[in-house]
C-alpha cells in the first residue's frame, strides 16, 4: 500500500490524473512534515481535528481554482495557436527568404521563397546551409552566425549559389532567437536578393567611368589641340599626343609611324612602351602590313587578336613584344598620307567605338598640327599658297567644332539615360483592389503626389488623376481586368498625367499589372513623373542653340577676314592683310577656348571652377571687339566708329576678357 505522500507523489507523475486537485488531512504540523507534503505537489493541507464546514470551503475553493486555471490555460494555447498560424501564414507568404539556423549552420526551417532562393525543396532542412555560400563568402557568413548566436544582431551582403547553379547576391538581415527545444539561441534571419539592385548600380558605375573616360578624351584632344596651335616643334608635339593617348586610354603601348618619302619604309616618330633606342630610329616595312592596310583603306582598322588576323602580315615589331590587341589610325598629311596612330596591347582588349573617335579626334589635330607647320613654311613662298593653307585649315576647324558637338549631344544622351536609370529607384508603386481603392501607396508614390500613405489608404485612385481623364481611366482598367493580359502601359498612344494632393498636374509614365487571387483582383500601377525629363529635353535644345551661336562669332570672323584675303584687295604682306590674319589666328584660339569651355561645363557645375576678378580698359576691349567684326563691316559696307573717352575708364568684371569682347561683338 501507499501512504498519503506516496499517493500524491504518484498521482501527479500520471498522464490522466495528473490535474486532480489533492487535499491532505492529518494530525501533523511539523514544518519538514508540511514542507515534504508541498513538494510531493499537494494543493493545500488541513490538520486533524477537521472541521466540516473550513473542509468543504477548501475544497470548494481548490475545484474552482482548477478550473480557473483550466480556463486561462486553455486561452493561452488557443491565442498561441493563433498567433502561430499568423506566423506560418506570414513566414509562407513572405516574398522574402526567412530561416531558422543554429550555431552550427544547420537550417531548422525556410519559408517557400527562401527554397526558391537556393532552388531547394523541402528536403533542404536539416542540411547545413554553409553549402550554398559561395567560398569567398562562406567564412563570414559563419562569423554572422556565430555572433547572431552569441545574442547579436547582424547584417551581411553576400553571394549565394543554388542547387540549379544559379548565382544571386543577397543581403541578410539577422536576430537571436531562442530554441524552445533545447533552450539555446539560433539564428532568425531575413534576406533578399539584392542581385538586379547590384547590377543597376554596377550599370550606373560603368556609365560615370563612360563618361569621366569621354571628358578625359575630349579634354586630351582640346589640350593637344591648343598645343598644336602654340607649339611649332612637331616632334614634341607628337611626343604629348602618345603621352596623353597612352593615358587617356590606360594602354602599354602607342606609336605614330611617319611614311618616309620612299613610301616603302616606315619611321617609329614617337611612342610610348618601345624601347628607347627605337623612337626616331627603327624603320619598319610598310608591304603588306597593318600600316599598309590603314592607309590604303583610309580607315581604322581594330585587331582583337594579332594571332588569328588574316587581312595582314603581322608587323615583327608587335609580334616580338607580344601585342594581341589594338587600333590602328590614319594621319593624314597635306597632300597624301603621313602615317599612322596607333595603340597596343599584350593582353586581348575590346576596343568601343569611342575609343576609335578619340583616336581619330587625335589624329586630325595631328593631321591639322603637321598642316599647319607646312602651311607656316609654304607663307614665306607667296600669297596664293598662303590663302589655300588657312582656307583647307579653316575648313578642317568647322569639321572638328561639328565632330566635338556631335560627341557633346551624345555624352547629354548618355547622362539622360543615366538620369532615368537613377529615377528608377522613386518610382510610384499603386495597388488597388477591385473598387478601385487604393490599398498599397509606396515612398515613391508618397514623394510624387505629396499624400501621405494614411491619407491615401483606402481612398479611390481617383483622388489621384485630373478629373478630366478619371472615367477614361476607370473603363481603362476595367476593360483590362477582363483581359488575359497581365501587364500593359498605360497611355501608348497620348500622354497620361497625375494630379497631386496641391492640385497641381503633371505628365507622366505608367504602365498596370493583375493579380488575380481566387474571386479578387489586384491591380497594380507602376508611374513615374517625367516633369524634369521635359524639363531637361527643353533646356538641351536651349543650351544646343546657345553652343552653335557661340561657335558661329568667331568662325564668322575667320570667314571675313579670310575673305578679304581671297578677294585680293589687300594684299597678304600688307600691314592690312597681317592683321586680317592676326584677327583670324585670335579668332582661332576663341574658338578653341570655346570648346575647352564647353567641355569644362561639368567642372563648373561641381564648384571646382573659380571665376577671378580682374581689371580691363574699356577703350582695349571694344577696339578688339572691332578687329574681329571689321571684315563683316567692310564686306557688308558699314562704318564702324568709336567715341573718343575723355578720361581712363577701368570696369571690373568676374570674367575674362574675351567674355566682355564676346558680349561687344554680339551686341
Given at each position: 500500500?501507499?501512504?498519503?505522500?506516496?499517493?500524491?507523489?504518484?498521482?501527479?507523475?500520471?498522464?490522466?490524473w495528473?490535474?486532480?486537485?489533492?487535499?491532505?488531512?492529518?494530525?501533523?504540523?511539523?514544518?519538514?512534515?508540511?514542507?515534504?507534503?508541498?513538494?510531493?505537489?499537494?494543493?493545500?493541507?488541513?490538520?486533524?481535528p477537521?472541521?466540516?464546514?473550513?473542509?468543504?470551503?477548501?475544497?470548494?475553493n481548490?475545484?474552482?481554482r482548477?478550473?480557473?486555471?483550466?480556463?486561462?490555460?486553455?486561452?493561452?494555447?488557443?491565442?498561441?495557436?493563433?498567433?502561430?498560424?499568423?506566423?506560418?501564414?506570414?513566414?509562407?507568404?513572405?516574398?522574402?527568404?526567412?530561416?531558422?539556423?543554429?550555431?552550427?549552420?544547420?537550417?531548422?526551417?525556410?519559408?517557400?521563397?527562401?527554397?526558391?532562393?537556393?532552388?531547394?525543396d523541402e528536403?533542404?532542412?536539416?542540411?547545413?546551409?554553409?553549402?550554398?555560400?559561395?567560398?569567398?563568402?562562406?567564412?563570414?557568413?559563419?562569423?554572422?552566425?556565430?555572433?547572431?548566436?552569441?545574442?547579436?544582431?547582424?547584417?551581411l551582403?553576400?553571394?549565394?549559389?543554388?542547387?540549379?547553379?544559379?548565382?544571386?547576391?543577397?543581403?541578410?538581415?539577422?536576430?537571436?532567437?531562442?530554441?524552445?527545444?533545447?533552450?539555446?539561441?539560433?539564428?532568425?534571419?531575413?534576406?533578399?536578393?539584392?542581385?538586379?539592385?547590384k547590377?543597376?548600380?554596377?550599370?550606373?558605375?560603368?556609365?560615370?567611368?563612360?563618361?569621366?573616360?569621354?571628358?578625359?578624351?575630349?579634354?586630351?584632344?582640346?589640350?593637344?589641340?591648343?598645343?598644336?596651335?602654340?607649339?611649332?616643334d612637331?616632334?614634341?608635339?607628337?611626343?604629348?599626343?602618345?603621352?596623353?593617348v597612352?593615358?587617356?586610354?590606360?594602354?602599354?603601348?602607342?606609336?605614330?609611324?611617319?611614311?618616309?618619302p620612299?613610301?616603302?619604309?616606315?619611321?617609329?616618330?614617337?611612342?610610348?612602351?618601345?624601347?628607347?633606342?627605337?623612337?626616331?630610329?627603327?624603320?619598319?616595312?610598310?608591304?603588306?602590313?597593318?600600316?599598309?592596310?590603314?592607309?590604303?583603306?583610309?580607315?581604322?582598322?581594330i585587331?582583337?587578336?594579332l594571332?588569328?588576323e588574316?587581312?595582314?602580315?603581322?608587323?615583327?615589331?608587335?609580334?616580338?613584344?607580344?601585342?594581341?590587341?589594338?587600333?590602328?589610325?590614319?594621319?593624314?598629311?597635306?597632300d597624301?598620307?603621313?602615317?599612322?596612330?596607333?595603340?597596343?596591347?599584350?593582353?586581348?582588349?575590346?576596343?568601343?567605338q569611342?575609343?576609335?573617335?578619340?583616336?581619330?579626334?587625335?589624329?586630325?589635330?595631328?593631321?591639322?598640327?603637321?598642316?599647319?607647320?607646312?602651311?607656316?613654311?609654304?607663307?614665306?613662298?607667296?600669297?596664293?599658297?598662303?590663302?589655300?593653307?588657312?582656307?583647307?585649315?579653316?575648313v578642317?576647324?568647322?569639321?572638328?567644332?561639328?565632330?566635338?558637338q556631335?560627341?557633346?549631344?551624345?555624352?547629354?544622351?548618355?547622362?539622360?539615360?543615366?538620369?532615368?536609370?537613377?529615377?528608377?529607384?522613386?518610382?510610384?508603386?499603386?495597388?488597388?483592389?477591385?473598387?478601385?481603392?487604393?490599398?498599397?501607396?509606396?515612398?515613391?508614390?508618397?514623394?510624387?503626389?505629396?499624400?501621405?500613405?494614411?491619407?491615401?489608404?483606402?481612398?479611390?485612385?481617383?483622388?489621384?488623376?485630373?478629373?478630366?481623364?478619371?472615367?477614361?481611366?476607370?473603363?481603362?482598367?476595367?476593360?483590362?481586368?477582363k483581359?488575359?493580359?497581365?501587364?500593359?502601359?498605360?497611355?501608348?498612344?497620348r500622354?497620361?498625367?497625375?494630379?497631386?494632393?496641391?492640385?497641381?498636374?503633371?505628365?507622366?509614365?505608367?504602365?498596370?499589372?493583375?493579380?488575380?487571387?481566387?474571386d479578387?483582383?489586384?491591380?497594380?500601377?507602376?508611374?513615374?513623373?517625367?516633369?524634369?525629363?521635359?524639363?531637361?529635353?527643353?533646356?538641351?535644345?536651349?543650351?544646343?542653340?546657345?553652343?552653335?551661336?557661340?561657335?558661329?562669332?568667331?568662325?564668322?570672323s575667320?570667314?571675313?577676314?579670310?575673305?578679304?584675303?581671297?578677294?585680293?584687295?589687300i594684299?597678304?604682306?600688307?600691314?592690312?592683310?597681317?592683321?586680317?590674319?592676326?584677327?583670324?589666328?585670335?579668332?582661332?584660339?576663341?574658338?578653341?577656348?570655346?570648346?575647352?569651355?564647353?567641355?569644362?561645363?561639368?567642372?563648373?557645375?561641381?564648384?571646382?571652377?573659380?571665376?577671378?576678378?580682374?581689371?580691363?580698359?574699356?577703350?582695349?576691349?571694344?577696339?578688339?571687339?572691332?578687329?574681329?567684326?571689321?571684315?563683316?563691316a567692310?564686306?557688308?559696307q558699314?562704318?564702324?566708329?568709336?567715341?573718343?573717352?575723355?578720361?581712363?575708364?577701368?570696369?571690373?568684371c568676374?570674367?575674362?576678357?574675351?567674355?566682355?569682347?564676346?558680349?561687344?561683338?554680339?551686341?
Open positions: 500500500g501507499f501512504n498519503g505522500i506516496e499517493l500524491c507523489h504518484q498521482v501527479r507523475n500520471h498522464s490522466r495528473s490535474l486532480l486537485p489533492v487535499l491532505f488531512l492529518t494530525v501533523h504540523n511539523e514544518a519538514e512534515t508540511v514542507n515534504q507534503v508541498f513538494n510531493v505537489g499537494a494543493d493545500d493541507f488541513v490538520s486533524k477537521i472541521v466540516g464546514p473550513e473542509l468543504v470551503t477548501r475544497i470548494v481548490r475545484l474552482e482548477i478550473n480557473l486555471i483550466r480556463r486561462m490555460t486553455k486561452e493561452r494555447e488557443k491565442r498561441h495557436k493563433m498567433e502561430s498560424e499568423s506566423w506560418r501564414t506570414i513566414f509562407k507568404a513572405s516574398p522574402e527568404c526567412i530561416k531558422l539556423v543554429d550555431a552550427e549552420g544547420t537550417l531548422l526551417g525556410i519559408n517557400p521563397a527562401g527554397l526558391a532562393m537556393i532552388e531547394a528536403t533542404a532542412i536539416g542540411q547545413n546551409i554553409y553549402a550554398v555560400i559561395s567560398p569567398e563568402y562562406r567564412q563570414a557568413f559563419e562569423d554572422l552566425n556565430k555572433s547572431v548566436c552569441r545574442g547579436n544582431k547582424e547584417t551582403e553576400f553571394e549565394i549559389i543554388g542547387l540549379k547553379g544559379s548565382h544571386r547576391l543577397v543581403e541578410t538581415h539577422g536576430v537571436p532567437l531562442l530554441n524552445p527545444e533545447n533552450g539555446q539561441l539560433m539564428q532568425l534571419a531575413v534576406t533578399r536578393d539584392i542581385t538586379t539592385q547590377q543597376i548600380e554596377a550599370q550606373r558605375e560603368q556609365i560615370n567611368l563612360l563618361l569621366k573616360a569621354k571628358v578625359q578624351q575630349q579634354a586630351s584632344v582640346a589640350q593637344l589641340g591648343q598645343l598644336a596651335l602654340l607649339n611649332q612637331i616632334s614634341a608635339l607628337m611626343d604629348e599626343a602618345v603621352a596623353l597612352a593615358q587617356s586610354l590606360n594602354i602599354e603601348f602607342c606609336h605614330i609611324l611617319e611614311m618616309l620612299s613610301g616603302n619604309v616606315m619611321l617609329l616618330r614617337a611612342g610610348i612602351g618601345w624601347e628607347e633606342g627605337l623612337i626616331r630610329q627603327a624603320l619598319l616595312s610598310f608591304n603588306d602590313s597593318l600600316t599598309s592596310n590603314t592607309l590604303l583603306t583610309k580607315e581604322p582598322v585587331i582583337e587578336d594571332r588569328q588574316t587581312r595582314f602580315n603581322s608587323p615583327t615589331l608587335l609580334e616580338e613584344y607580344g601585342i594581341i590587341s589594338g587600333v590602328s589610325v590614319p594621319i593624314f598629311g597635306v597624301s598620307a603621313y602615317g599612322v596612330l596607333g595603340v597596343y596591347s599584350p593582353q586581348k582588349r575590346i576596343f568601343n569611342d575609343d576609335v573617335y578619340f583616336l581619330q579626334a587625335i589624329a586630325n589635330v595631328l593631321s591639322g598640327a603637321i598642316e599647319k607647320q607646312h602651311i607656316e613654311t609654304s607663307l614665306r613662298q607667296g600669297k596664293e599658297e598662303l590663302e589655300n593653307r588657312v582656307a583647307q585649315r579653316t578642317e576647324l568647322v569639321e572638328m567644332n561639328e565632330r566635338l556631335l560627341e557633346l549631344t551624345e555624352r547629354q544622351q548618355a547622362q539622360a539615360q543615366f538620369s532615368g536609370i537613377v529615377e528608377i529607384a522613386s518610382d510610384a508603386i499603386i495597388s488597388t483592389d477591385s473598387n478601385q481603392r487604393i490599398t498599397l501607396f509606396n515612398q515613391g508614390a508618397e514623394r510624387i503626389f505629396g499624400y501621405s500613405l494614411k491619407e491615401a489608404l483606402g481612398k479611390p485612385l481617383d483622388l489621384l488623376l485630373p478629373e478630366g481623364s478619371v472615367e477614361a481611366h476607370r473603363h481603362h482598367v476595367t476593360n483590362f481586368g483581359s488575359s493580359t497581365p501587364s500593359r502601359k498605360i497611355g501608348e498612344r500622354e497620361i498625367y497625375g494630379k497631386r494632393k496641391d492640385g497641381s498636374v503633371f505628365p507622366a509614365e505608367a504602365s498596370i499589372s493583375t493579380l488575380k487571387l481566387d479578387k483582383i489586384i491591380y497594380t500601377v507602376y508611374l513615374q513623373d517625367v516633369s524634369n525629363r521635359k524639363q531637361i529635353e527643353r533646356m538641351k535644345n536651349e543650351f544646343v542653340s546657345v553652343v552653335s551661336h557661340e561657335l558661329r562669332t568667331p568662325l564668322t575667320i570667314h571675313g577676314s579670310l575673305g578679304m584675303l581671297a578677294t585680293g584687295l594684299p597678304a604682306n600688307s600691314e592690312d592683310g597681317k592683321r586680317l590674319v592676326q584677327i583670324a589666328t585670335d579668332s582661332t584660339e576663341r574658338l578653341v577656348r570655346l570648346i575647352s569651355d564647353i567641355l569644362d561645363i561639368e567642372r563648373i557645375e561641381s564648384g571646382k571652377v573659380t571665376m577671378c576678378k580682374q581689371i580691363y580698359q574699356v577703350s582695349e576691349l571694344i577696339a578688339q571687339a572691332i578687329d574681329i567684326t571689321q571684315p563683316l567692310d564686306k557688308a558699314v562704318k564702324l566708329s568709336v567715341e573718343k573717352f575723355t578720361n581712363s575708364i577701368r570696369i571690373r568676374r570674367s575674362r576678357c574675351d567674355r566682355i569682347i564676346q558680349v561687344l561683338t554680339i551686341y
